[in-house]
């Protein structure tokens, strides 16, 4: 069975300051993917990254960064210097062609 | 582009009534979802298509659940009686076919059901 586990149900911090989502990960398949997903209020929830599970690079958007590490199953999503449209709810997810999706993560930045 | 489109956006209905959602994916987009997203907590589920035909159905309540994805386009879900824990929120997604392809989802209805 495949579990995604995203331990932090709200997290809040001050504008400018840096936040950690994390993401930790089950499953028994070799080949897999990993993604993160917003959800602002509207309620659209809004890709933002896809990771194979052959790909541990880390990566950066911008503000948005990404950590993958197989040997600890963690995809953690760090943003820097958060602003208050940052404020949403993410949601990790994990699958091949269905998606399982973590409880998310509600980040409020106050100004 | 337009995006995933679903309508209504908000439903309420008494309970043992029937109800409908709607989806019209991403032009192109053969694969579709609908997922069910409970207050506070992730989308679950429910169905996923691949062009008109359901390749997994195995978490809809067939009982009272019903989808179709006529000319492997636009989707209905159905819900005949209502009840009222399937208050929640229904998304449908759709992306291009093959494994790991990234969904893009619509805005989502919302169903009350008193």
């Known amino acids: 069975a495949q579990k995604v586990t995203q331990a932090q149900t709200e997290i809040s911090v001050v504008e400018k300051e840096d936040v950690t989502l994390d993401c930790v990960y089950e499953?028994?398949?070799?080949?897999?993917?990993l993604f993160w997903y917003k959800q602002p209020p509207s309620g659209e929830l809004v890709f933002l990254i896809r990771?194979?599970?052959?790909?541990?690079q880390n990566e950066i958007s911008g503000r948005y960064s990404w950590n993958f590490q197989k040997s600890t199953s963690s995809f953690n999503f760090t943003i820097t210097a958060s602003q208050v449209v940052d404020s949403a709810v993410y949601f990790c997810?994990?699958?091949?062609?269905?998606?399982?999706f973590g409880p998310g993560t509600r980040l409020s930045v106050l100004p | 582009e337009a995006g995933v489109v679903q309508s209504p956006r908000y439903k309420i209905i008494e309970k043992k009534q029937p109800v409908a959602f709607w989806c019209n994916p991403i032009?192109?987009?053969?694969?579709l979802y609908w997922y069910l997203q409970n207050l506070g907590q992730g989308p679950e589920l429910l169905i996923r298509?691949?062009?008109?035909?359901?390749?997994?159905d195995s978490q809809l309540p067939k009982d009272r659940f019903s989808a179709e994805r006529l000319k492997g386009v636009d989707s209905t879900l159905k819900i005949q009686p209502a009840e009222l824990g399937d208050s929640a929120v229904y998304l449908c997604?759709?992306?291009?076919?093959?494994?790991?392809?990234?969904?893009?989802f619509g805005q989502g209805t919302r169903l009350t059901v008193v």
């Open positions: 990771r194979n599970s052959f790909d541990e």
């Open positions: 032009s192109g987009h053969n694969t």
């Open positions: 997810a994990l699958g091949r062609q269905n998606f399982v």
């Open positions: 298509y691949e062009n008109e035909e359901a390749v997994d």
């Open positions: 499953t028994r398949d070799t080949t897999y993917y």
């Open positions: 997604a759709s992306s291009f076919a093959g494994a790991g392809t990234e969904a893009f």
